[in-house]
C-alpha cells in the first residue's frame, strides 16, 4: 500500500482562495466568542458543540441543505463587529501558522452578521477590516483580503447593498464579490443568474474581483449562464461542468480559474467518491482549465490545504507538479493583488512622550 506524500515542503508558501469565515474559525474559539456574547447554544457541552459546528462525519448531514444548517449556527456567533474582528483575525494568523499560507481571502455576508439589522452593517464591515489590519501587523508576509458575497435568497435590493458597501471598501481590504447560499423556497429551476449582470459589472467597473458560486450543485447549464452574462474571473466549484465538453471548453478558452474544494465536495455529496474526485480533476486539466484547489473551511470540514493537496496527490488526481502549478496559479489569480497591503502605522505623534 503505498503512502500519500505532500507536494510542498514545510516552508513551501500556499494560497487559499476558497474559504468561508463561518467554516474557518476553530470550534474553542466559536465556542467563547458565544459565551462572551451571551448566545444561547443548542447544547452545553463542548465536544457536542464541536460536532454540531462541523461536517467531517457525513452521516447524518443532509447534503448542502446540513451545510447550510451549521453556517446558520456559526453566522449567529459572528454577528457582531468584535465577533468579526476576532474571527477574520483569526483565520488569517491560524492559515499562515498552521499551512503557512500567504495568500488568503476571506468570503462572507455581512448581512447575514447584522442580525437582520440590528448591528449596522458598516460597523460589520469595518470590524472584518480591523482584523485584517492586526493581521497585517502580526504577519506581514501575508497577503490578505476581503470578498463580500451576496446571497441567493436575497432580494436585488439587498443583494445591491452588499455590492455598495463592497465598492465603498474597495480601498480598506475589500478585494471582490461573490454569490452564494441556498437556493430559494420553492425554487426548482436554475437560478437566474443573469438579473445579477448589472451588480457584477458595477463591482468589476470599481476594480473589484469577481467570483461566483455556481456549479456545485443544482444544473450544469447555470456554469453557461455565469460565464456568458456575469463573465466571472474565478468560479467557486464549478464541478458539474466536468460533465458537459462545451463548458470544459468555454471554461478553457475563456480562462476562468476554477477553487475546487475537493474534501467538502465528498462530505455534502457533491461528488461521490475518489473516482469521482479524479474524473474531475482530470477532465479539467486535460481540456486546459485553469484549477485551484481550496478548503471551502478547514474547521468545518476538519482538513486543511496541504491535506487536500496530499489527498489529490495520493488518489491520482493531480501529480506533484499539477499541485505545484495549481497552487502558483491561486498565487498569481488572488484578488488581492501582487503585494501586501500595506502595514498599519501610528499616524504621525500619536506615540507617547518617553
Known amino acids: 500500500m503505498s503512502v500519500a506524500v505532500s507536494p510542498f515542503d514545510p516552508g513551501d508558501e500556499l494560497a487559499e482562495l476558497h474559504a468561508h469565515l463561518g467554516g474557518s474559525v476553530p470550534p474553542h474559539v466559536l465556542w467563547e466568542t458565544a459565551h462572551v456574547q451571551g448566545i444561547a447554544l443548542p447544547t452545553k457541552d463542548y465536544w457536542e458543540f464541536r460536532d454540531l459546528t462541523s461536517i467531517a462525519d457525513p452521516r447524518g448531514v443532509d447534503g448542502l441543505a446540513g451545510l447550510d444548517r451549521i453556517y446558520h449556527l456559526t453566522e449567529l456567533i459572528q454577528s457582531s ?8 483575525h483569526g483565520m488569517i494568523g ?19 452578521r447584522n442580525r437582520g439589522g440590528e448591528r449596522d452593517l458598516d460597523h460589520i464591515v469595518m470590524a ?22 451576496m446571497d441567493r435568497t436575497f432580494t436585488p435590493e439587498q443583494n445591491a447593498v452588499i455590492v455598495e458597501r463592497a465598492i465603498r471598501y474597495r480601498a480598506r481590504g475589500v478585494v471582490g464579490i461573490d454569490i452564494a447560499g441556498p437556493r430559494p423556497a420553492g425554487s426548482e429551476g436554475p437560478y437566474p443568474y443573469r438579473d445579477l449582470a448589472g451588480l457584477v ?8 474581483g469577481v467570483t461566483i458560486h455556481v456549479g456545485e450543485e443544482g444544473f450544469a447549464e447555470e456554469v453557461g449562464e455565469v460565464l456568458e452574462h456575469l463573465r466571472p474571473d474565478r468560479i467557486g466549484h464549478g464541478i458539474l461542468a466536468a460533465r458537459d465538453p462545451e463548458l470544459t471548453r468555454t471554461l478553457a478558452e475563456t480562462g476562468t480559474v476554477l477553487e475546487i474544494c475537493p474534501t467538502s465536495n465528498l462530505l ?38 496541504r491535506d487536500e493537496f496530499t489527498y489529490l496527490c495520493g488518489i491520482g488526481a493531480l501529480t506533484p507538479d499539477e499541485a505545484r502549478t495549481a497552487n502558483a496559479v491561486a498565487h498569481a489569480v488572488s484578488f488581492r493583488g501582487s503585494t501586501p497591503r500595506p502595514v498599519p502605522v501610528p499616524a504621525a505623534g500619536s506615540a507617547r512622550p518617553a
Open 81 to 88: 463587529p468584535l465577533a468579526v474582528e476576532l474571527s477574520v
Open 94 to 112: 491560524g492559515a499562515y501558522r498552521s499551512q503557512r499560507i500567504t495568500t488568503c481571502e476571506v468570503r462572507f455576508n455581512p448581512m447575514k
Open 128 to 149: 472584518a477590516i480591523r482584523g485584517l489590519d492586526r493581521a497585517a501587523l502580526e504577519y506581514p508576509q501575508v497577503r490578505a483580503g476581503l470578498i463580500l458575497m
Open 201 to 208: 459589472d458595477e463591482a468589476r467597473d470599481a476594480g473589484l
Open 268 to 305: 455534502t455529496g457533491a461528488m461521490s467518491g475518489d473516482e469521482e474526485v479524479v474524473e474531475t480533476f482530470r477532465t479539467f486539466l486535460e481540456a486546459g482549465v485553469r484549477v485551484t484547489v481550496s478548503t471551502d473551511g478547514p474547521e468545518m470540514m476538519r482538513t486543511h490545504l
